[in-house]
């Protein structure tokens, strides 16, 4: 059987680190908030380059303490792609707020800076950017716009930790940047995990307080936070994947270019890279619209393709309220045509070939 993705595989690369990273936590006698997380989040703000990053509990805590931390709430409104992981908007909802639906490119799968003036009201507060599978959005066309707007520009970055986008990290551009360490992101865990970066000192702080109960250095809370802090286990695993994660993107890049080249004269579309921007393949996405009839015809040779995602946020029943302006034409399209081809660190050239090969059988039975 081969899964689209399959994070042992990936782990057992660096078993004999990761090992000794747990057992490190164990003979010690901190478990929360220590010299791992403390380690960890020094070296991921080097890794980005930022002056800050938060370690949290999870990418969707990462979200919702940023829209805690930026004050939106009940009344504001946030601007958001459909075509994402449900957390991306529940974050909005949990805050109160709500969220505002913009349509997708159709070239590069994410938020389409042309569509998001006519959603603009006296009520949005900011614009939450999804690099989607592991490809940076159009951030300079998205800069502007917050700008000329004066919205806060949230980077949803869960699927695309080592991405680059005009030689700058993502998560180093927009006001704050949410990561999720989930077990099969470019940087996971062996459980859930998130962090947020941020150049903003002050942001930094309230988000540190707000992550546990609101507290300050005396124990004493000032607003009401949450539990939501990275334990020291995830951290000390982090620490150990994140030495390895350029390296282990570049696979991902090397496993993608195979897709890309093996497919060239297929009736299949691929998502396109931004200019200047570097895609991790978190996920490698073809358009098909016989979609799924290729899932089927996968199965049958025990490959399980994904579908990211199949029913887009704003049709589930706890988003139908949301608000939007128009008609997510592109979001629906690709609900019914993307898929997700297995692509992770340890996939062998035999598996790939394999996958390859019955793709090919598939459009060559037409
Ligand atoms: C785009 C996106 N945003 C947010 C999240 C939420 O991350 P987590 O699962 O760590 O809460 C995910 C993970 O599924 C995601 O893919």
Known sequence: MILYNDPHRHNQYYQQEIKQAVNDV???????????????????AQYLQVKHSIGVASGTDALHLSLLALDIGLGDEVIVPSHTAV?????????????????????????????????????????????????????????????????ELIEDCAQATGARYQGQAIGSIGTLGCFS????KTLGGIGDGG???????????????????????????????????LDELQAAILRVKLRH???????????????????????????QVQEGASHVYHLYVIIVPQRDALVKHLKKANIIAGV??????????????????????ITEKMAAQVLSLPLYVGLSNTEQTKVINSVREFFTSF
């Open 26 to 44: 164990l003979n010690s006698s901190h478990y929360i908030l220590a010299h791992h997380v403390n380690c960890f989040e020094t070296e991921f």
């Open 87 to 151: 957390a991306t908007v529940a974050a909005i909802k949990l805050v109160g707020a709500t969220p505002v639906f913009v349509d997708i490119d159709k070239t590069f799968c994410t938020l389409n800076p042309r569509q998001i003036h006519n959603a603009i009201t006296k009520q949005t507060k900011a614009i939450i950017v999804v690099h989607l599978y592991g490809s940076p959005a159009d951030m300079q066309a998205l800069l502007n716009i917050a700008q000329q707007y004066q919205l």
């Open 181 to 184: 360490f989930y077990p099969t």
């Open 195 to 229: 962090a947020i970066s941020c150049n903003n000192t002050e942001l930094a702080n309230r988000i540190r307080s707000l992550r546990q109960y609101g507290w300050d250095s005396q124990h004493i809370s000032h607003e009401v936070g949450l539990n939501s802090r």
């Open 245 to 271: 994660l350029d390296s282990d993107n570049q696979m991902r890049i090397q496993l993608a270019q195979n897709y890309t080249q093996a497919f060239t004269d297929l009736p299949i579309d691929i998502i």
């Open 308 to 329: 990211h995602y199949p029913i887009p946020v704003h049709k589930m029943p706890a988003f139908t309220a949301s608000l939007t302006h128009q008609h997510l034409n």
